[in-house]
């Protein structure tokens, strides 16, 4: 099994900043992607941004030039970084990691959340 945990949320003015971790920990696989996913109240959970096995990075394009999602693979963390956080960037930031082994299973977090308001 692997365990995600998330941290770094919390309450910021719109315009500032927030950088979120996650740490995976116990049957971590060798190889695998990993994700950020948000949901708001009310909303489906979404993608924000993933990071493949390669390194390759994509975003969902509220966030694109403002988020930057980055990945340590010794350490098995992955980190987003949030610029210019905006009201709407409000939601529970969860972590997820999906294995590249077939059947290609995958893991989330607890959850963390960012609160951008004045």
């Known amino acids: 099994q692997v365990q995600l945990v998330e941290s770094g949320g919390g309450l910021v003015q719109p315009g500032g900043s927030l950088r979120l971790s996650c740490a995976a920990s116990g049957s971590t696989p060798s190889m695998y992607a990993f994700g950020w996913y948000r949901q708001a109240p009310g909303k489906q959970r979404e993608l924000v941004a993933g990071i493949s096995v390669a390194g390759i990075t994509n975003y969902a394009d509220s966030v694109k030039a403002r988020f930057t999602i980055s990945r340590d693979n010794a350490k098995n963390t992955l980190n987003l970084q949030m610029n210019s956080l905006k009201p709407e960037d409000t939601a529970v930031y969860y972590c997820?990691?999906?294995?590249?082994?077939?059947?290609?299973?995958?893991?989330w977090g607890q959850g963390t959340q960012v609160t951008v308001s004045s």
């Open positions: 997820n990691l999906r294995s590249a082994y077939f059947p290609y299973p995958q893991y």
